[in-house]
Structure formats: structure tokens, C-alpha cells
């Protein structure tokens, strides 16, 4: 098979870590040119050294709070400056914040976590969007939590239940210019906020626990993902493979949502 995404150029938002991170080298290696957006810039520097060591192609980073307008204009400024168009976009860049009932929860914390989920996403798909002008695809990434109850994490499954209704509306008022709009939605991917300070050996013995049938009895197949299960996801949504799929969330978990 050719490369899925050889001759396209996609910026990847939060690509310094994760799930991101596993994108922007899935896109790679389908042949893409790479732009990952980061807040975190060592880290979006770090993926992009490692995408130039292994891939041929263009990469570079930018560093970019998603939630703040003018940050994301000045990166679109940036991307245009080095590319006639951008084919796809993955709105990826997420935060959590402390789980608690909306009767806890401040005005901060709730103006965080939508700046970042809900309208980072929308400011990079304003500024990008328009660079679109061969058509493309936008991947935004939402979470099981968009569908699903449980206590305490009003605030994010909010966020990404916005992330989810806004896909389909996206999808429909930009059809016409040949783009398509969709979702993926994870549900427990072992990343570096679930490893966090653990020391490498004890990191790695713990993703593999986590990801073996068993660890996570409220799934289908019991187990969490490795952030490359999800950028597959991402890659068809992203490429011509999925060229009729539009306005849908996908569950990418396990089977979590279904059990
Ligand atoms: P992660 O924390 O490992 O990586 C997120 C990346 O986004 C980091 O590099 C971070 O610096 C960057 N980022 C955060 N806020 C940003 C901002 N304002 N501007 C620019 N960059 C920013 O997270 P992850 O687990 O890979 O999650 C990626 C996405 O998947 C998020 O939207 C998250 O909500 C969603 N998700 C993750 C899981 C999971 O279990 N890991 C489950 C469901 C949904």
C-alpha cells in the first residue's frame, strides 16, 4: 500500500506528548509533512527532533497556547508562511481538571478547561480551516466521557460532549468546501498522566499491565490503549481511506462505551 498521507501537510495540536505524540509519528510514516503545536514547546521540540532522526519530510513546532486567539493567528500565520495548504488538522491538545460536582467547581476551573477543550479547538479550526483550500480533514478528539455518566467529571465530559456536537455542525458547514469533520473518542489511554513520575523500569512494567485483558474489567476487551491504537484511528479519519465518513464520533475504547 502507498503512503496514506504522502504529498499532505497536518498540524497536530498537543503533539509534544501522548496521544498527540503518536500521531504526529503515525502521519510520518504515512508520509506527511508534520506541524505540532504545543504549549509545552520542549516538548513539541522533542517530537519533531524525533520525527526528523527516523522520516523524510518537512517538520517544525510551534509553541502555542490553543486557548489564547491571538497565539493560534499568529501560529496559522506561521504554518501559512511555510505551506501553500494544510490537508489536515487534529484538534488534540486537552486538559483535565480536579474531578468534582458542578456544586464545587470554580468559575477558574471552568474557565480553563473550556478555553483549552472547547475553544481551543474552535480557535485552531478558524485560523486553519481556511488554509484548507484543497479540502482535508479535521480529527478532534473527545473522549468516552462525552457519552457516558459518572460522578464528578461534569466539567471535562462537558468539554467534550461540546467537542462531539460541535464535530457534526462543523461537518455540515464545510462539506461544500470538500472537508470532512470528525471525532474520535478514547477511553483510557496509558500516557504520561497516568505514568506520571514513575522511573522508566516501573513506567514500562505499568503500561503493560494496563494495557494486558484484565486490567480494566468495565471494557470489552478489559485493558487500556497504547497512544498508537488511538493515532490509527486518527490516520484513517485523517486520510482518503475514510473519504465518506463525516459528522460522527467514533468510540475508540476498548469498548467501553457498548459494555
Ligand atoms: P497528554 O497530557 O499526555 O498530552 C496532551 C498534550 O497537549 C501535552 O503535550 C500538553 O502540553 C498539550 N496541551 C495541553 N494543553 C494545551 C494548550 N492549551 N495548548 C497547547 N498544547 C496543550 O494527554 P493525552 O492523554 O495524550 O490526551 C490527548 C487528548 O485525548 C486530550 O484531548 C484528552 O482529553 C483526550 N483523551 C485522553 C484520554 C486518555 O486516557 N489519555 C482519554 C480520553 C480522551
Not at 38 to 58: F, K, Q, V
Not at 84 to 102: F, H, M, Q, Y
Not at 202 to 222: C, D, F, K, W
Amino acid at each position: 500500500m502507498s503512503a496514506r498521507l504522502a504529498g499532505k501537510t497536518a498540524v497536530v495540536t498537543g503533539g509534544g506528548k501522548g496521544i498527540g505524540e503518536a500521531t504526529c509519528h503515525r502521519f510520518a510514516e504515512e508520509g506527511a509533512d508534520v506541524v505540532t503545536i504545543d504549549w509545552d514547546g520542549p516538548a513539541a521540540r522533542e517530537t519533531i527532533e524525533a520525527l526528523a532522526d527516523s522520516h523524510d519530510g518537512t517538520f517544525f513546532d510551534v509553541e502555542t497556547d490553543v486557548s489564547d486567539e491571538a497565539a493560534v493567528e499568529t501560529m496559522a500565520a506561521e504554518v501559512a508562511a511555510s505551506f501553500e495548504s494544510v490537508d489536515v488538522l487534529v484538534n488534540n491538545a486537552g486538559i483535565r481538571v480536579d474531578p468534582k460536582p458542578v456544586t464545587e467547581a470554580d468559575e477558574e476551573s471552568w474557565d480553563r478547561i473550556l478555553g483549552v477543550n472547547l475553544k481551543g479547538t474552535a480557535f485552531c479550526s478558524k485560523h486553519l480551516i481556511p488554509q484548507m483550500t484543497d479540502g482535508g480533514a479535521v480529527v478532534n478528539v473527545a473522549s468516552v466521557g462525552a457519552g457516558w455518566a459518572r460522578s464528578a467529571w461534569s466539567q471535562y465530559d462537558a468539554t467534550k460532549g461540546g467537542i462531539v456536537s460541535m464535530t457534526r455542525d462543523m461537518a455540515c458547514d464545510h462539506a461544500g468546501d470538500g472537508i470532512r469533520v470528525n471525532a474520535v473518542s478514547p477511553g483510557r489511554v496509558v500516557t504520561d498522566y497516568h505514568i506520571g513520575d514513575r522511573p522508566p523500569e516501573e513506567a514500562a512494567t505499568y503500561v503493560e499491565e494496563q494495557t494486558t485483558r484484565g486490567a480494566h474489567p468495565n471494557s470489552i476487551l478489559q485493558r487500556a490503549a497504547r497512544p498508537r491504537e488511538l493515532a490509527d484511528a486518527i490516520l484513517f479519519l485523517a486520510s482518503d481511506e475514510s473519504s465518506f465518513v463525516t459528522g460522527v464520533n467514533i468510540p475508540v475504547d476498548g469498548g467501553k462505551s457498548v459494555f
